[in-house]
Every structure is written in C-alpha cells, then in structure tokens.
Nanobody, 122 residues
Framework: QVQLVESGGGLVQAGGSLRLSCAAR????????MGWFRQAAGKEREFVAA????????YYADSVKGRFTISRDNAKNTVYLQMNSLKPEDTAVYYC???????????????WGQGTQVTVSS
C-alpha cells in the first residue's frame, strides 16, 4: 500500500503560481511512477503530468506544457507540480497518483491521493 497526501492548493489570481506537493508513505516511493491529474466540476478527470521513477521520463498534457513542471525528490518521498501562468481553466481538484508500472496519461494508476483544490480567479 502507498498513501498519498497532496498539499499546496489554494486560490490564486490568473497569471500567478502555485506549487503542489504530494507526500508518499508506505512502500518504496522511488519504485513508483507518479502522475498528476485534475478534475474540474462537472468534467471527467484528466491527465496533467507524469514522471518515471527515476525522473528520466516526463510527460505533460498539451494544455499545461510550458507552464507546469513536474519533479520528484525520492529522498523526501515527494513529487511536486510547479504551476506557473495559471489560467481560470486550470481550476480543478488536483490529484496525485502512483503506479509500479511505467508512467502513462490514462488514469489506471494503482494509488490515489484525496486531492487538493486549485482555484484561479480571473
């Protein structure tokens, strides 16, 4: 089992920045690929970014490419999502997820956090 706890969400004006963190507890964090997903009200959960266990492979959704950066610190059992140039359409609950298989953009991850709300005002 892997427990994931997100933090860092909040209210920010358009053009601002936030950094989300996801702390993992349980099995060896460094063996897991990590992903960030988001779900806006009334919409399906969508892929945001993913990173392999080593950090050597990184993927982004086109909608966030160039604005968001995913990273991980295996020594701290934490994955981050740096979000810059935020837009109102980035408003959503953001979830981190872990999987022992290679990172993918589909939501087939084994473990999920409870989510953190990000609200971007115009």
């Amino acid at each position: 089992q892997v427990q994931l706890v997100e933090s860092g969400g909040g209210l920010v004006q358009a053009g601002g920045s936030l950094r989300l963190s996801c702390a993992a507890r349980g099995r060896t964090f460094s063996r897991y690929a990590m992903g960030w997903f988001r779900q806006a009200a009334g919409k399906e959960r969508e892929f945001v970014a993913a990173i392999s266990w080593s950090g050597g492979s990184i993927y982004y959704a086109d909608s966030v490419k160039g604005r968001f950066t995913i990273s991980r610190d295996n020594a701290k059992n934490t994955v981050y999502l740096q979000m810059n140039s935020l837009k109102p359409e980035d408003t959503a609950v953001y979830y981190c997820a872990a999987d022992s298989r290679p990172p993918v953009s589909s939501p087939r991850y084994e473990y999920w956090g409870q989510g953190t709300q990000v609200t971007v005002s115009s």
